[in-house]
């Protein structure tokens, strides 16, 4: 301890006598302490101000950036006013973003050039610079590195080079260059870029490699004279990595895209590709975002399918939405394919929830105060089978057009009022399988009146309504006429009650709420059958639906109904979160007289419905069960039932599973998982940010298994199911994926997909993450998108 004070003392003094030598500009003197006040400064203008503090204050100047502060600290520092300084041994110098390390520094105040040698490190905005030698035009950032190793902030990536020429603070130029996101610290790391030459650009974020190979584990995958990689996420044009795939319809598929970024709200990518058994395709893609309006477009043709007989095929799509002038906004849908196997041979190309209904629509709405008023045109194209045992019968009718307009406002003593008028011309679409059906036109009026009555723990809502429907029909209906019309009220009369109070359960404190609901319509019985049903459908028989008032959901049909449905839900919530931990619920209904107009035309006299319950919990840590079921108390037999329950202990781990009965019609169990089965992630389960474990390539990293399946025990058969790999070791991710889609009862299309991720630097193959995320459920991505930060303050 003694020894260092000493040492500590004498560098002190030492200082201190060499900073009085410069001021004084004579020979040194015994060492006396000194003041900015009492340094001298030379006559002729003002010169750098030397402080005991080892702090360099730069002369005022015209430029702003000239008056960054200079600070330098180091074991020795010896100087000239107004023109150099020289430090040696662990030499600190700082201005603005530039920090510099090394064993030995000298500064030139006029030049504003900082030479560096030994164990330099120079850093700025948190891209890092390590070598022998360095020499820098401090404000300019302009000089050169020899034999630098770099790091990149916003790629956390970087490598070594023979020398780097700084051209100015955005960019620069490394000779005999290596990029790569693996440890610095590996001398043969899994996947590196080499180049003659390396220009980066961080004014545009990019990088441009000349003479560019890249290998993965020694193996070149890729070459060329001229390379541009990124060095953030931003968008710029060039061609994007390849792709490739394989799937039982197309065989080995490969693609090359070119990604022109138009400008920054507008921008095309187009893909060249080639298929083993089906020939050349083209792909192109335009987007484009203004304050008023956006929209996309896609275009797949194939002109000559070799496994399609040689037909050309294709497929488009275009999306558009905005504000058109009078404050009409308008939006459009078209989606179209060239065949009916289409869905089969490309699924997802269609990027439709309805792969065989593929709807394409016209949309504009004004509102006008409490009113809005609305115009639409509404097509479909139908994707039927061979098979008549799988085709979709019937279609849903294309509106041509469906004109209207609604009406919603409280109205004085808290009256609820609301209206909708429209008008639908209703067609059959272009469909060779379709029988001969109706067609005809439709006007009809929705109305109703409430006056809700709402307390903290009570609400009481009465209502009146109607449901009015004219028609006039292109083929006679069963009575000969052309034309008929309806009007059917309907009053109903909703209750509902939240009762609660504060409740522990395994030491923990919960609000615990009762909550029971009692819902009375009456709806007399109007003879429908005779009518045309162009937009009417049963609605599913759940815990929302039992609530409302008809059992359909259009216009067409009405359901005659005196009933009365009690329900009762329970549920724990945390009182600082208001997180539900458990919910238990029962409904069932009560007709006080038969209901004629039912879903399959039977008319209903069973009195008691049946009884649907209700569960869910997360009360087990890590875990969640939920559990739905429909019993028929006369058959005292589940008719349906939901159960399933997630085990998710932690990051990038998730197990699910769900089984789903339909008495007489289907039983399916679905598992689901996402779980590391080599490896671990670093420490706190996802490590720093939630990211997982940085193998470093060899062998360190984790291997994840994800997927999910589904099984019928009904046909004992898969039906769609999804299985992969995901490797990930650091400065590398690979993914293994296959995934099998059933396409008929003893048809399925599989599919594999193969990608490499670069990290920092590329993915390479066919993307299974939309894949992945779509359908596992709790699955998440091993790499969040990155964010550009400074590691650290210039001045701190």
Not at 298 to 321: Q, T
Not at 649 to 654: A, E, L, N, V
Not at 659 to 672: A, I, K, N
Not at 771 to 784: A, F, I
């Amino acid at each position: 301890m003694r020894d260092r004070l000493c040492q500590a003392v004498r560098l002190r003094i030492l200082s201190i006598a060499v900073l009085a030598v410069l001021a004084g500009g004579a020979a040194a003197q015994a060492p006396t302490p000194t003041t900015a006040a009492s340094a001298p400064r030379a006559a002729s203008a003002p010169g750098i101000e030397l402080r005991n503090s080892t702090a360099l204050q730069p002369p005022p100047h015209g430029d702003a950036g000239k008056q960054l502060p200079i600070i330098l600290q180091a074991r020795e520092l010896r100087g000239r006013p107004d023109l150099d300084a020289e430090a040696v041994g662990d030499v600190e110098f700082r201005r603005g973003a530039v920090v510099i390390h090394s064993d030995r520094l000298t500064y030139d105040q006029a030049e504003d050039l900082a030479r560096a040698t030994g164990n330099v490190v120079v850093s700025r905005e948190g891209n890092v610079f390590f070598g022998p030698e360095a020499q820098l035009r401090v404000e300019r950032f302009e000089g050169f590195f020899r034999s630098p190793t770099y790091r990149f902030a916003r790629t956390d990536a970087g490598g070594k080079a023979s020398r780097i020429e700084f051209v100015d603070d955005q960019r620069a130029i490394a000779f005999d260059a290596t990029y790569s996101s693996c440890s610095p610290d590996d001398p043969d790391p899994p996947w590196i870029l080499k180049a003659g030459r390396i220009d980066t650009d961080n004014e545009t974020s990019t990088g441009i490699a000349h003479d560019a190979v890249l290998r993965f584990y020694g193996v070149p995958i890729l070459a060329s004279p001229v390379l541009s990689f990124p060095l953030n996420d931003e968008r710029r044009s060039g061609f994007l990595p390849p792709s490739f795939g394989l799937d039982s319809r197309s065989g080995l598929q490969f693609g090359i895209p070119y990604y022109w970024n138009i400008a920054p709200n507008r921008d095309a990518t187009f893909t060249v590709l080639e298929s083993t058994r089906r020939g050349p395709a083209v792909e192109a893609e335009f987007r484009y975002l203004q304050p008023g309006y956006a929209g996309e477009a896609d275009l797949r043709v194939l002109p000559n399918d070799r496994a399609y007989d040689g037909h050309s095929r294709h497929a488009y799509r275009f999306l558009h939405e905005g504000l058109l002038p009078g404050n009409v906004f308008a939006q459009a849908r078209v989606l179209r394919v060239s065949d009916d196997d289409y869905w089969k041979d490309f699924p997802g190309d269609t990027r439709s929830p309805t792969p065989r209904l593929l709807q394409s629509d016209l949309q504009l709405n004004r509102p006008f105060g409490d009113w809005s008023t609305y115009a639409r045109v509404q097509r479909w194209q139908v994707l039927q089978t061979v098979d008549p045992t799988t085709r979709i019968d019937p279609p849903p009718y294309e509106r041509l057009p469906q004109i209207g307009t609604r009406y919603a406002a409280p109205w004085l003593g808290g009256v609820d009022v609301s209206f909708e008028g429209e008008f639908n011309r209703f067609a059959n679409p272009d469909d060779h399988y379709l029988a001969p059906r109706q067609t005809g036109d439709r006007f009809h009026a929705l109305g109703s009146i409430s006056r809700p009555f709402y307390t903290p723990g009570w609400t009481l809502v009465p209502k009146i309504s109607f449901n009015a429907a004219s028609y006039s029909v292109d083929q006679p209906l069963a009575d000969g006429r052309h034309s008929a019309s309806r009007v059917i009220p309907t009053v109903s009369l909703d209750s509902a009650w939240a009762l609660e109070r504060d409740t522990s359960l395994f030491g923990k404190a919960f609000r615990e709420t009762l909550e029971p609901r009692l819902f009375y319509v009456n709806t007399p019985f109007r003879h429908q059958a005779d009518l045309p049903n162009f937009d009417a459908a049963p609605k599913d028989f759940n815990f929302d639906s039992i609530f409302t008032e008809n059992l359909f959901s259009g216009v067409d049909r009405v359901s005659d109904s005196h009933q009365l449905t009690a329900g009762l839900t329970s549920r724990l919530v945390d009182p600082q979160t208001g997180v539900e931990a458990l919910r238990l619920g029962i409904m069932q209904r009560y007709l006080f007289r038969d209901q004629l107009v039912t879903p399959d035309g039977t008319p209903q006299t069973q009195r008691w419905s049946d009884i649907l319950v209700l569960g869910s919990t997360s009360l087990v840590p890590n875990w969640t069960f939920d559990a739905q079921a429909q019993y028929n108390p006369d058959t005292r037999r589940i008719a349906r039932s939901l159960a399933g329950f997630r085990y998710s202990p932690g990051p990038y781990r998730t197990i699910n599973m769900n089984y789903r009965l339909t008495r007489g019609l289907s039983e399916q169990v679905e598992v689901g998982w996402q779980w590391p089965v080599y490896g671990r992630p670093r420490a706190g389960e996802g490590g720093e940010g939630g990211q997982p474990s940085s193998g470093g390539g060899k062998c360190g990293g984790t291997l994840y298994t994800v997927g999910r399946v589904n099984y019928s025990t009904r046909d004992s058969r898969l039906t769609d199911s999804l299985v992969g790999l995901e490797y990930d070791a650091g400065c590398w991710i690979g993914r293994l994926v296959v995934e099998r889609l059933s396409t008929g009862r003893s048809e399925a299309t599989t599919r594999l997909l193969v990608q490499l991720e670069l990290v920092g630097l590329s993915r390479i193959g066919a993307n299974p993450l939309r894949v992945l995320k779509d359908n596992v459920p709790g699955y998440q991505l091993l790499r969040d998108e990155r964010t550009t930060s400074t590691p650290f303050n210039p001045y701190d």
